[in-house]
């Protein structure tokens, strides 16, 4: 088709009220709004010859854009790329775990420079840590009428209705728990558009005193927290690494010492680590230091710490819990192991009673990319995969089912006849379920019941394992083995 003759690249002249710099790489004028009575933008000014001498240098704080030198001073108060003040609920590194930089070697060679030696010795490694796990989980693939209608919505493509099956699923699964109710905080990590925690919003109708907390350590565009001005429920959005949150220096939560529901979709690996510690050795570990019982506090007749005691051993647990757990539940699905670290992890002690260490926990996190990757793709393509990933990191569109690792990123093909694609997935799992037993373990050991099922058919997303946890004390799911 002819381009319109009226179109500014068709008349050679930029579109009125624009920048007049063509930008050779887009094949078009930039689009940039001009000042009366100038020709090119702020950002185009220094390469037009009728500019005067005024010289335009890359920003210090962020080289990917330009300012003139003689207002830079004034720029750098300004520019959105300058250091924020801290939150109160920002401590460095309080989720970060234990760093020990004598366990780590220096430097450990990709899988595709180990021997074959080398790579069967690791898998047999392996197998003996993996005799007795369940390798097959249950499944509890679920749906909730909340999404009735959208998921039935003849609009829907591909991606869409794949998301929504797994949203669907999940918050199935947190009804399951008995999770869904009033007087309670969710705290959606990798939160995203936040969407998870709109279809939870959306299933409590108009609960009273519930509030969302979505974490986030990127700026997001197409929030859908906007929906919900206007409801009874409270949306909070924090742009922070969960590295460094802590929860209990948030308002909402130290102040109305609402119990917490922790949830995420696809919580991208160590994110899962410094979660599960951020709500477990943060926040719950706080109340227990302090020695309150948020919740006996809240009864509103003056019964004594002693009355409310014996009430609750008679079984009245319904008003007065016997032990009062802040974080009320779990409910994640996991995602990307590959991206885990060891220093984050927290089943180190549980790799280190099988006699594994942090040069295992680095190969087999590795490794565990197999069992979604397949052969499916070029180098090429997974290079502008990875690209694309790195970019757009929350996009809905985007499935973390590899985050960009292939069997050719490890180089694992390249030793034939040792393994085939089957195999390769085999071990994948296997990885993935030794990286996810140690968080079992972890949950365990801290009073919680935690349970691995799949949450959606693998044809829905590769990445369909729920990781759930309720504590010992309220009615739990079967913990997996």
Known sequence: MATSASSPHATGFPAEGRCG??????????????????????????????????KRILCPLDPKHTVYEDQLAKHLKKCNSREKPK????????????????????????????????????????????????STLKDHIMSHPALHDALNDPKNGDSAAKHLKQQASILGNIEKLKLLGPR???????????????????????????????????TTRFKVDGKHRKKNSVFERLQIDIQHLCLNKIPVLREGKLPVVGIGKHLCGMATDLALRCLIETYAASFEERNEEPLAKRIKNDKTEKEIYTLAKEGNEKNVPEKWNPVAGIVIALCCHHRCDWRHYVGKEYFRA????????????????????????TSLETSNSTTKRQDNQN?????????GYRITDDGADSLPGLLSVEEKKKIGHLCKLLIDQGRIQYLQQKGF????????DPLVSLENVLL????NHSSSPETTA
């Open 21 to 54: 710099y063509y930008v050779e790489k887009k094949k078009r004028f930039c689009r940039m709004v001009v000042a009366a009575g100038k020709r090119f933008c702020g950002e185009h000014a220094g390469a037009a010859e009728e500019e005067d001498a005024r």
């Open 87 to 134: 939150p109160d609920f920002y401590i460095q590194d309080i989720n970060a775990g234990l760093k020990d930089e004598t366990e780590i070697p220096e430097q450990l060679v990709p899988i595709s420079s180990l021997s074959e030696e080398q790579l069967e010795k690791l898998i047999k490694k392996l197998r003996k840590a993996s005799e007795g796990l369940n």
């Open 184 to 218: 309670r905080c969710f705290v959606e990590f990798g939160a995203g558009k936040g969407k998870l925690s709109h279809w939870v919003d959306i299933a409590l109708k108009d609960a009273e005193k519930v509030h969302f907390i979505l974490v986030e350590k990127v």
């Open 354 to 377: 099988l006699g594994l260490g942090a040069v295992e926990f680095h190969y087999f996190q590795r490794m565990s990319s197999w069992a979604t990757c397949g052969m499916r793709k």
């Open 395 to 403: 996009d809905d569109s985007e499935e973390h089912d590899d985050g």
């Open 449 to 456: 019941s935690p349970a691995l099922q799949y949450y959606t």
């Open 468 to 471: 759930t946890a309720l504590p």
